[in-house]
C-alpha cells in the first residue's frame, strides 16, 4: 500500500514558479513509476507529467511540455514537479499517482492517488 501526499500548490502571478512536492509512504516507493494529473473545474482529468521509477525516463504532457520538470528523490520518498513560467490556464487541482510498475504505462489507471493541491496561476 502507498499513500501520496501533495504539498506547494498555491497563488501565483502568471509568469510565476511552483513546485509541487508527493511524499509517498510505504517501502515500495522507488519501484513504482510515478506522474502527476491535473484536473480544472469542468475539465477532464489531464496528463501532466510522469517519471519512471530509477527516473531515467520523464514523459510531459504537450501543454507543459518545455516549462514543467518532474524529478524524483527516491531517498526522501518524493517526487517533484518544478513548474515555470505558469500560465492562467494551468489553473488546477494537481494529483499525484503511482503506478506498480517501473516504467509509466500510458492507458493503465494508476494504482494509487493522492488528495490534490490546488493550483492558481492569476493574471
Known amino acids: 500500500q502507498v499513500q501520496l501526499v501533495e504539498s506547494g500548490g498555491g497563488l501565483v502571478q502568471a509568469g510565476g514558479s511552483l513546485r509541487l512536492s508527493c511524499a509517498a509512504s510505504g517501502r515500495t516507493f522507488s519501484s513504482n513509476a510515478m506522474g502527476w494529473f491535473r484536473q480544472a473545474p469542468g475539465k477532464e482529468r489531464e496528463f501532466v507529467s510522469a517519471i519512471s521509477w530509477s527516473g531515467s525516463s520523464t514523459y510531459y504532457g504537450n501543454s507543459v511540455k518545455g516549462r514543467f520538470t518532474i524529478s524524483r528523490d527516491n531517498a526522501k520518498n518524493t517526487v517533484y514537479l518544478q513548474m515555470n513560467s505558469l500560465k492562467p490556464e494551468d489553473t488546477a487541482v494537481y494529483h499525484c499517482?503511482?503506478?506498480?510498475?517501473?516504467?509509466w504505462g500510458f492507458g493503465i489507471m494508476p494504482d494509487y492517488w493522492g488528495q490534490g493541491t490546488q493550483v492558481t496561476v492569476s493574471s
Open positions: 499517482a503511482a503506478q506498480r510498475r517501473a516504467g
